[in-house]
């Protein structure tokens, strides 16, 4: 089969499948990714998100205190309330907080019921619940100036990923 510009198409069993759909789904590895069909004005998903972020977390948008054990294997660590609150900016819906055994929150993102948590592989095999979880006030996140500048860090990197390539 010839390459097809845009999306590759292969033939399975007589039938056509989208590769590159089925090979970013096995990839995905974040909470409600399976149903995170929420769209921007663009239409992007969260799955979009996700993949975008994937190129914008770094160790300057990891909180300090888990820095150290940034790595690129897991993007997603110490991102959790700076990624939910940018999102909540694209999405609306609430950002809602699991509470932490050290008295944190992890934080993710609810919009109409639509409930995805694009940092949860940070946690590895753990489960964490989702249920009857308290909303997050975005303005008690960033009562902190280093998070809020992170948040900054952040958003600027996913503009400038998003920005037309010429």
Request: proline share 2%.
């Amino acid at each position: 089969m010839k390459n097809v510009t845009g999306q590759q198409l292969a033939c399975s069993a007589g039938r056509l499948r989208n590769v590159k759909t089925e090979e970013a789904a096995m990839a995905y590895r974040f909470y409600g990714w399976e149903t995170a069909n929420v769209q921007d004005d663009k239409g992007r998903t969260p799955r979009d998100y996700y993949d975008l972020l994937s190129d914008a977390w770094c160790a300057q948008t990891c909180t300090p205190r888990m820095r150290a054990d940034w790595t690129k294997e897991n993007r997603t660590l110490g991102q959790c309330s700076i990624t939910a609150f940018l999102l909540q900016d694209i999405y609306g819906g609430k950002v809602y907080g699991i509470p932490l055994k050290d008295g944190g929150f992890h934080c993710f993102n609810d919009v109409d019921g639509c409930v995805f948590d694009l940092t949860k592989e940070q946690f590895g095999e753990t489960r964490l619940d989702y249920a009857n979880c308290q909303e997050q006030d975005r303005s008690v996140h960033f009562a902190k100036e280093e998070k809020r500048m992170r948040y900054e860090l952040l958003k600027e990197r996913l503009m400038h990923l998003m920005e037309p390539k010429e």
